[in-house]
């Protein structure tokens, strides 16, 4: 049994996650905003009321875990995200802020606070988008998500450099065009679609491939 650690849990590809690795047998500890009886039915653990943009909030995951579970964190999904969009007739520093302190910093906190608790062998996956990458960019616009995203895989492959030696793997991980209430529930795949080929890299993640940029399918994305 492994002990899954997942931000964002509580609704579409969190939510997917957590059936998936409940139904695997793991034990998951969700984190989210607001709890709801769909997680709070599914997870070992949830830990509401929980914002990882707050820094003063962070060191009470790494204490309840720390209490809780008797052995190492084995995957860290760092999956809570927000999406806006701008364009250059309708840019928002406020918007794009706010991205950027939920889509890259907080990850980075977030997985720095519960370092302790991991140990040779862990995968920490953050969930990205291919929208982060420069070179896949030939429509321009969503300022905030694109460089929000961007910066999030240039924090993660940081991070996997720095944790290497220490047997840590870390990904970047693109869900798909995944049917959440973010993008309206438009989209091409499910969120237990996206949880299954998210699963899939995060097990075939390995000290040779840390640091890299998937999509969900397996297919590697140009940064």
Not at 71 to 94: M, Q, Y
Not at 152 to 179: C, R, T, W, Y
């Amino acid at each position: 049994m492994a002990n899954i650690v997942i931000t964002g849990a509580n609704r579409g590809i969190g939510l997917a996650l957590a059936k998936l690795y409940e139904a695997r047998g793991d034990s998951v500890t969700a984190v989210c905003r607001e709890t709801n009886d769909e997680i709070e039915e599914i997870a070992d653990q949830v830990l509401s009321d929980i914002d990882i943009t707050n820094e003063e909030q962070l060191p009470g995951i790494a204490m309840v875990l720390d209490r809780i579970l008797d052995d190492p964190i084995d995957v860290l999904i760092n999956n809570a995200g927000l999406f806006t969009n701008e364009t250059l007739h309708d840019l928002d520093s406020d918007r794009i802020r706010a991205q950027f302190e939920v889509n890259a910093i907080a990850p980075l906190m977030v997985t720095r606070e519960l370092l302790p608790l991991m140990a040779e062998g862990t995968k920490i996956a953050n969930i990205t988008s291919r929208m982060g990458s420069i070179e896949d960019n030939t429509s321009g616009a969503y300022y905030g998500y694109r460089a929000s995203k961007a910066a999030v895989n240039a924090i993660g492959k940081s991070l996997a450099n720095d944790l290497k030696e220490h047997g840590v793997m870390v990904a970047q991980i693109h869900p798909g065009f995944v049917q959440t209430r973010m993008v309206g529930f438009n989209g091409d795949i499910s969120p237990e679609q996206a949880a299954e080929g998210i699963a899939e890299r995060i097990d075939d993640l390995t000290l040779e491939t840390t640091g890299s940029f998937w999509h969900s399918n397996g297919q590697p994305l140009p940064w």
